[in-house]
């Protein structure tokens, strides 16, 4: 194990935001990334996530994307909601800290904490935009789609 950076802490966290912002977006894109880099993912596999089945994590995240989108969709700050984004923070946070030569358990906490405190952060921060920019909600999902996105992508450059 190696010594816990910022940025190594700053990648765990990132990632975390994209768990508490689209709960099934983060292992996703972790098992996507760590597709991409088979020799890596085949050399050392870790048993949180199962990475060799990133087209069905997408599969689920698209759908997740989709009905967020949708009238009935839930506040993600229900007590449910809250607890999986949590584990998903923790797992894809386990992955990615496991990836920085990290305990697996200090980025899943991290991931976890970060996943949860983001839920609120974001759910706040669109109800209020649309409350008072009178922007429709379809509107802002769509951006904060495209912004925790490109966030997890930006963040796992480093694996």
Partial sequence: MSKLTFADIFTIA???????????????????????????????????????????????????LVGDKLPMAKDRILPMSLVGRGISGGLAGAQVGHQLKQKAWVGALIGSATALGATYLLWYARTRLTKHTKVPDTVAGLAEDAMVFCLGHKVLQRL
């Avoid at 768990?19 to 020799?39: E, F, I, N, T, Y």
């Fill in 14 to 64: 990132g990632i975390g935001v994209v768990a508490g912002s689209r709960a099934l977006l983060a292992p996703a894109l972790v098992s996507r990334k760590l597709q991409q880099q088979k020799d890596l993912a085949l050399h050392q596999p870790h048993k949180s996530i199962r990475f060799n089945k990133a087209s069905v994590w997408t599969v689920l995240s698209a759908g997740e």
